[in-house]
Nanobody
């Protein structure tokens, strides 16, 4: 499974970015998808995830109400819409995939065997 993120950039506080992740190599609809982020000097942490069918989405508390995860299985793509961005949202954002039958909580990065290379999102005035 190959994952390629895009859509990062520099945005002012209060602004928006939409990250995209295109998946190839396997049947996209067989995979739960997650977004994680890593800020300088910090461990990689959970942001949002969505199940293979799109029926269930989960969010880290600090992004609830500001970020939205979505997917289109026909386009092999998952998105992360980020609104009302704050400087503390600055990080490298990674897309990750796991087979839908794999166990473990959606927020656990250790349950995702496939990762993209990341895209930088910087929130600064």
């Amino acid at each position: 499974v190959q994952l390629v993120e895009s859509g990062g950039g520099l945005v002012q506080p209060g602004g928006s970015l939409t990250l995209s992740c295109v998946v190839s190599g396997r049947t996209f609809g067989d995979y739960d998808m997650g977004w994680f982020r890593q800020a300088p000097g910090k461990e990689r942490g959970f942001v949002a995830a969505i199940t293979w069918s799109g029926a269930v989405a989960s969010y880290e508390d600090s992004v609830k109400g500001r970020f939205a995860i979505s997917r289109d299985n026909a386009k092999n793509t998952v998105w992360l819409q980020m609104n009302s961005l704050k400087p503390e949202d600055t990080a490298v954002y990674y897309c990750a995939a796991r087979f839908y039958l794999d166990s473990g909580h959606l927020s656990d990065p250790n349950t995702y065997p496939f990762w993209g290379r990341g895209t930088q999102a910087t929130v600064s005035s």
